[in-house]
DNA sequence: TCTGGGGTCCTAGGACCC
DNA sequence: TCTGGGGTCCTAGGACCC
């Protein structure tokens, strides 16, 4: 979908068509804390773009028309879109709230460039929503030709043409490179992925680790077979804030975590999920992030359990926070503590808190009747 | 210049077992 | 006194995606 939570906002606000939109937290005149979500196409004129931190959005464009996130509202889109595309295919897929797939049985690429207009029509007449529909050998092919189809395209490329299709592009167009892989492809002179095909896979290796088969095949153009995705449930389900203002104080931050933590076992428990893992995360005011986690015996779905070692896991960070308070830096002289200390001022600051859970499984029935079993 | 909230997958080390 | 090679599971961190 192209500019998807934007173009949901439009369906419903058609007086904002054509202006620079998007889907972001309020940039409060340039003070505001959070990202653009979405940008619409004039938005991006200015530089907007999703992940984009709000206060520079506003010093971009300080007349962009913010709109805040309705995530049910999206949710209900996508399923609408979904439903379109299942009805096609029972083998189709959704990948993200934005993204879906089916097979393309391959054969006469025209008919496939039919069948993509045909189906992009489809979508905006039912829905009044743009996509961007690629169309490969491959999900990976696929979903690079639909990156270079937006806004409003359809790009087909033929079992044959791919590794030519693909030879110019730099190495960050494919899906799993990102920053800091497309700097270590560089690192080995490799900027497109032209020249990724060029180079042995045993020195891809060094940038890549594992990936590097996978990549230098796609690279050269080498379609691999790969099992069409099975409709799974999620692997782990979480649920994290963050403070207005950084937070150091213990009872805040625990509040809030026992907050996350009795809503993610809601949203668990209404799943009929159970879960085994139970992990926390800490982003502190510099941006670092603390993570600790617990294995639990057997799954569960109990809410308590769930809090109770959320809890347990926070006290284990706090400590943790508190003992480089007592060991601080090479530090500028410390003025001498006169007397007892009453409250030591915390030199941490906590701006994120997340819970989430993890080796999920549904809740069996057998399980259940253990637990009425237990019960007893 | 400042960075949300929801996820997936990979890596690496250590405990533990045979 | 010094100890191989195989495996699994758990934990922490990090890259990446939308």
């Known amino acids: 979908m192209d500019a998807f939570y934007v173009s949901c906002e439009l369906k419903r606000r058609p007086e904002l068509k054509g202006q620079p939109v998007a889907v972001s937290a309020d940039p409060k005149g340039g003070k505001g804390r959070g990202v653009v979500l979405s940008a619409s196409y004039e938005a991006r004129k200015f530089g907007l773009r999703s992940a984009l931190p709000v206060s520079q959005a506003y010093a971009l464009c300080p007349s962009y028309i913010w709109v805040l996130p309705d995530f049910p509202f999206y949710e209900e889109n996508s399923k609408d879109v979904m439903a379109l595309l299942t009805a096609r295919s029972p083998q189709a897929r959704t990948f993200s709230i934005d993204e879906a797939a089916y097979p393309w049985e391959g054969g006469d690429p025209a008919g496939a460039e039919r069948e993509g207009r045909e189906l992009q029509k489809d979508v905006r007449e039912r829905f009044d929503l743009p996509c961007s529909i690629g169309i490969g050998p491959s999900l ?3 979903k690079i030709a639909s990156d270079r189809a937006k806004p409003g395209g359809v790009v ?21 490179i990102g920053k800091v892989t497309e700097e270590e492809l560089a690192r080995v002179g490799v900027a497109t ?8 896979v045993e020195r891809l290796r060094k940038a890549l680790g594992a990936m590097a088969p996978g990549m230098s095949d796609l690279a050269r153009g080498v379609v691999r077979e790969e099992p069409w995705p099975d409709e799974e449930g999620p692997r782990s389900m979480g649920a994290m804030s963050t403070f207005d203002t950084d937070s150091s104080d213990p009872k805040e931050v625990r509040e809030e975590v026992d907050r996350l933590a009795r809503a993610l076992a809601e949203s668990v428990q209404r799943q009929g999920r159970r879960f085994r893992t139970v992990t926390l995360r800490v982003r502190r005011s510099d941006f670092q992030q603390l993570q600790r986690s617990r294995t639990l015996p057997q799954r569960t779905e109990n809410t308590e359990t769930l809090v ?7 006290d284990q960070v706090l400590s943790e926070l508190a003992q480089d308070i007592r060991t601080p830096p090479p530090s500028l002289e410390e003025p001498p503590p006169t007397g ?12 994120t808190v997340g819970v989430s859970v993890a080796d999920l499984a549904e809740g069996s029935p057998s399980q259940k009747s253990l637990d009425r079993f237990a019960s007893d």
């Open 140 to 142: 990976t092919v696929a």
């Open 193 to 200: 992925i032209g020249q990724m095909a060029e180079l042995p």
């Open 340 to 351: 007892p200390p009453r409250s030591r001022p915390a030199r941490w600051g906590i701006r």
């Open 308 to 314: 109770r070692g959320a809890l347990q896991l926070l």
């Open 156 to 176: 087909v490329v033929p079992p044959d043409s791919v590794r030519s299709f693909l030879a110019s592009l730099p190495t960050r167009a494919i899906p799993g």
